[in-house]
């Protein structure tokens, strides 16, 4: 098996992992659950803070899932490694910390 064809398959097990929770953040409440916002902190504000902070990391793991499949997609386009928007080499360093990266680090913001 080559270095890229791992590294596909790192990325395709990363992509299913990060489905799968993506999946479980977006589940429906369950049937007859209510929630809301009273004067007093009580467990509906409770629950509600818990799903305000779900939604934040649903779409934070949506956002690393598409980060996710793009590199898979460059791997399979033969331009891994090399940056999206300026096309320079991403420098390895940042590849090895994060092997979903698509652009250099000044194009990272």
Not at 15 to 31: H, R
Not at 47 to 70: D, K, P, S
Request: charged fraction near 25%; glycine fraction near 8%.
């Amino acid at each position: 098996m080559t270095d890229l064809q791992a590294l596909a398959a790192e990325l395709d097990a990363k992509a299913d992992e990060l489905s799968a929770a993506l999946a479980e953040l977006t589940a429906p409440t369950e049937a007859g659950s209510v929630i809301g916002f009273g004067k007093r902190v009580g467990e509906g504000t409770t629950q509600a803070i818990h799903q305000m902070e779900g939604a934040f990391v649903a779409r934070n793991t949506h956002a690393l899932l598409e980060q996710v499949r793009r590199a898979r997609a460059k791997i399979d386009e033969g331009s891994y490694g090399r940056c999206d928007v300026c096309d320079e080499p991403i420098p390895q360093g940042r590849l090895e910390l994060r092997p979903w990266s698509t652009t250099c680090v000044p194009h990272a913001s």
